[in-house]
């Protein structure tokens, strides 16, 4: 299925140690085997900084809860130690191949920021096992802002990906409805206060719901300053 927008660009890893010289193929055969129509990926960067294409990059890809419908997956091969821990092992040839394959994406998706699958709220995942935000930044991409709060235009991305449907990411286990979707983005984030919130893209929905958010806080603290101060404060503003 084609994708209608592309908002983000999420950077993953393949969570295998250095001397697994892996790429595409491998990961395709492994998400097909979880009864997955292709690779979730769009991109796969190999050790060597071989670029190798997973997914057409016009299709939804199955790479990151709630996101699919409206980002592209890269996954750089790599990630873990021998142990299976999290570590930050790329290669320099990784690195250069990546920061190009971005600034090509982003030239061809202008309006796609860049984003770490473990950045989004609600992950509790160290994928990509970097800052890929902070990377970015850093090469001169545009990144995500970096915040963990649900925000309107993350609501309707989730709305999105209900209707457009999707195999989700590498953990789903069985359908979730739309509302339960929201509930758990929300929960995830922190809150609902999270709700009112900066962050992945200000949209006129965020901002009514930031200024909505300062009225209210205006109304608290004037309720909480008792009539004495309220009418000196009036009488201040009024110039009496
Ligand atoms: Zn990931």
């Not at 199955?62 to 990630?79: E, I, R, T």
């Not at 990377?135 to 970096?146: D, E, K, S, Y």
């Not at 309707?156 to 359908?175: C, M, V």
Request: net charge neutral; glycine share 10%.
């Amino acid at each position: 299925m084609l994708r209608r927008t592309t908002d983000y660009i999420v950077l993953h890893c393949s969570a295998t140690p250095p001397a697994h010289d892996i790429g595409a193929a491998e990961i395709r055969q492994w998400h097909m085997a979880k009864g997955w129509s292709n690779i979730g990926y769009h991109f796969v960067v190999r050790r060597n900084g071989a670029i190798e294409t997973g997914r057409p990059a016009a299709e939804i890809g199955s790479h990151v809860k709630y996101h699919n419908a409206s980002s592209l997956g890269v996954c750089l091969v790599g990630g873990v130690n021998k142990a299976q821990k999290p570590q930050n092992n790329f290669t320099e040839a990784q690195w250069l191949a990546l920061r190009q394959l971005l600034a090509e994406l982003q030239s061809r998706y202008p309006h796609a920021l860049i984003i770490g699958h473990r950045d989004f709220p609600g992950v509790a995942k160290a994928c990509p096992c970097f800052g890929a935000i902070e990377w970015a930044q850093t090469n001169g991409l545009r990144a995500a802002p970096p915040m963990r709060l649900v925000t309107a235009s993350m609501l309707r991305a989730i709305k999105r990906e209900s209707e457009d449907g999707d195999e989700a990411d590498d953990d789903l286990s069985g359908q979730e409805t739309a509302p339960a979707k929201w509930w758990t983005a929300i929960l995830g984030s922190g809150g609902v206060g999270s709700l009112a919130g900066l962050g992945y893209g200000l949209d006129w929905l965020s901002i009514t719901a930031m200024i909505l958010g300062l009225i209210l806080l205006v109304c608290l603290a004037l309720y909480l300053m008792g009539y004495e101060r309220r009418e000196r404060l009036w009488d201040r503003l009024v110039g009496l």
